[in-house]
């Protein structure tokens, strides 16, 4: 009998460090590491929930099982975090970034491109890096830029389009693409390379990417179907084929590089809210050229309070009015752009508010002030992943966020969690690479 091992590789978005000093407060890459093993695989046998205090509750979500009845094994293998524009060792390549910039040297480039990158270039690199609350609705400057020569198919290194996949040759070649695109290929390798007599387990890949680690995860999957693995090309051609799955949360990119008939069907699950902040770069296609995010989100809001008009205008980037001859500065970001999005983003909670039910163990991040943020709470990983949500009820918000949603009264409603809807994809998902995983 043949054990299916499923290997998953996590790929971190924007705003969140490898880690902090401490590995295990919320926003991290390790503690997003956490919540897949615990919350999504079940690491343990379902005991190494995270949040432990409010996640050990069995509801609908986890009463969910991601098991498909083959006695499979499912493993996150090694850190593939990615260093976001919050680390500090992206500095050089915010460097490399801006130098293009102000130079016009990146032919990939539209001319609204270079405004946008001179606009945020105008920080020092090193302050683009920590200043994560500087107007840019509390968006690492370095983020942005690492996002757009990712979709514009430039930075320190130039690529070439194929077949109009804005970003996809640039981002194929990024070190972490190369990486995980290696050990994957390593493992099956392993695997074929004994006598099929002696072959006691058959791996599988998932790929999760949340927010701008998406563009990675298309990356790894778009390097491995065009067999650019000079070591094992012939070996990346079937992985793609018959191994290779993604987890797609919040994503900037609808995988449209993936164009293998069928792929986007039955080989990419993809979970984004109704409110998710990423869906406002729909509304400026221009910072992404070709890329766009999922459209039509299946997923309800986290907050279901949301006007239905309300929440339409405020996923806009930009004013109606907005012209791009306007001059721009940084000191007059918000207010020149007098975006809905970045203004509704704006509306932190009160510091102070929100008391820890637990202040020395992990239930202490539901008082994190970004899970009361209108729009940007929506996209946290946090919020797909875990039953109740971290975003909890009865957490004094921002006056204004309380009338844009209609509330009477400024506290946090009761958020819908969408574990068991992810779950089901996960199972899904593994259904279907058993289904058509060849060798």
């Known amino acids: 009998m043949v054990t299916p091992v499923f290997n998953y590789y996590y790929i971190n978005g924007i705003n969140t460090p490898k880690a902090f000093d401490d590995p295990n407060l919320r926003g991290s890459c390790m503690w997003d590491r956490r919540m897949i093993e615990g919350n999504l695989l079940d690491r343990d046998g379902g005991n190494a929930r995270v949040p432990k205090e409010s996640q050990d509750r069995r509801g609908p979500g986890y009463a969910t099982s991601i098991k498909i009845g083959?006695?499979?094994?499912?493993?996150?293998?090694?850190?593939?975090?990615?260093?976001?524009?919050?680390?500090?060792?992206?500095?050089q390549r915010v460097k490399r970034l801006c130098q293009s910039a102000g130079n016009a040297s990146n032919p990939g480039w539209t001319a609204d491109t270079f405004k946008i990158a001179k606009v945020l270039c105008s920080y020092v690199p090193a302050e683009a890096i920590d200043n994560v609350r500087g107007g840019f609705g509390k968006l690492a400057p370095g983020d942005l830029l690492e996002s757009l020569a990712q979709s514009?198919?430039?930075?320190?290194?130039?690529?070439?389009?194929?077949?109009?996949?804005?970003?996809?040759?640039?981002?194929?070649?990024?070190?972490?693409?190369?990486e995980i695109a290696r050990l994957i290929l390593e493992v099956y390798k392993a695997e074929i390379s004994r006598p099929p007599n002696q072959r006691t387990?058959?791996?599988?890949?998932?790929?999760?990417?949340?927010?701008?680690?998406?563009?990675?995860?298309?990356?790894?999957?778009?390097?491995?179907?065009?067999?650019?693995?000079?070591?094992?090309?012939?070996?990346?051609?079937?992985v793609f084929k018959n191994r290779l799955g993604i987890m797609s949360f919040g994503s900037p990119t609808s995988y449209d590089s993936l164009q293998e008939p069928g792929y986007l069907v039955n080989r990419?699950?993809?979970?984004?809210?109704?409110?998710?902040?990423?869906?406002?770069?729909?509304?400026?296609?221009?910072?992404?050229?070709?890329k766009a995010p999922w459209p039509d989100p299946q997923l309800p809001p986290l907050w279901s309070q949301w006007p239905e008009g309300e929440l339409k205008a405020r996923l806009n980037i930009l004013a109606p009015n907005w012209h791009w001859d306007n001059p721009l500065t940084i000191g007059g970001w918000v207010s020149q752009l007098k975006s809905p999005l970045f203004e509704a983003m704006a509306l932190s909670p009160p510091k102070g508010t929100c008391k820890p039910k637990c202040p020395a163990c992990d239930e202490k991040a539901r008082c994190d002030g970004a899970l009361y943020t209108p729009l940007m709470n929506a996209h946290m990983l946090d919020n797909y992943l875990t039953e109740p949500t971290l975003t909890d009820v009865?957490?004094?918000?921002?006056?204004d966020a309380a009338v844009l949603l209609g509330l009477p009264q400024p506290f946090s409603p009761r958020a819908t969690p969408v574990l068991r809807q992810v779950r089901l994809g996960l199972a899904q998902l593994k259904r279907n690479l058993w289904r058509f995983g060849g060798d």
């Open 201 to 238: 387990e058959k791996n599988f890949f998932i790929v999760i990417g949340h927010s701008q680690g998406n563009f990675f995860a298309e990356g790894v999957a778009y390097r491995l179907m065009k067999m650019k693995d000079s070591k094992y090309p012939v070996e990346s051609g079937k």
């Open 394 to 399: 009865g957490i004094r918000i921002h006056g």
């Open 152 to 178: 514009m198919n430039t930075g320190p290194t130039t690529g070439t389009r194929d077949g109009g996949a804005a970003g996809i040759e640039f981002t194929a070649e990024l070190p972490l693409v190369q």
């Open 70 to 91: 083959l006695n499979e094994i499912d493993v996150l293998q090694r850190s593939s975090c990615q260093f976001s524009g919050s680390d500090r060792a992206t500095e």
């Open 268 to 290: 990419v699950k993809h979970f984004t809210r109704k409110d998710d902040v990423i869906r406002a770069l729909d509304s400026v296609p221009r910072f992404l050229g070709s």
